[in-house]
């Protein structure tokens, strides 16, 4: 997959600059061309909300058969819903979120809904990544990898092992 670079400039060109209003927020008309909602491969679990079933995200058209492919391969290396969940991947964090990236002033890979949370709890926020602790499986950071994502738990200055994003 040819994700762009992992900066504001390479985003920009490949995912489209936003459009926003005087707010700060995007435009509708942004929204509208650059984000399409899809049926998700298994029935999701909003991380922070367990009563919530999620079987449609929201992401950037350029993403959504990459991560589509994903979480079925998910879903198949697990062999069973039962099984996915028992390894909490069905514990979806968010996609598209207009947002910048905490502690800085650059926009998130979620902004233009190219990146993917999952297990928020057990895979918090500058936690380096450990097994034993029963953060992210190797099996899923391959995953993502053989579609070319970059994993967070890569971060060199903060490691964010819930997150995933199509970029270099
Ligand atoms: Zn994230």
Known sequence: MPWPADNQTALDAFYTKHQLRPDGRPTVAWERAQ?????????LTLAWDLSVQVRRITCHPLVADSVTRVLAAILAHYGSLDAVRSARMHLYGGCYNFRRISGSGRLSTHAWGAGIDIDPDRNPLGTP???????????????FQAEGWKWGGTFQTRPDCMHFQATT
């Open 129 to 143: 990544h450990s097994p034993e602790l029963g953060m992210m499986p190797l099996e899923v950071v391959a995953i």
């Open 35 to 43: 984000l399409v909602t899809i049926p998700v491969p298994y029935p």
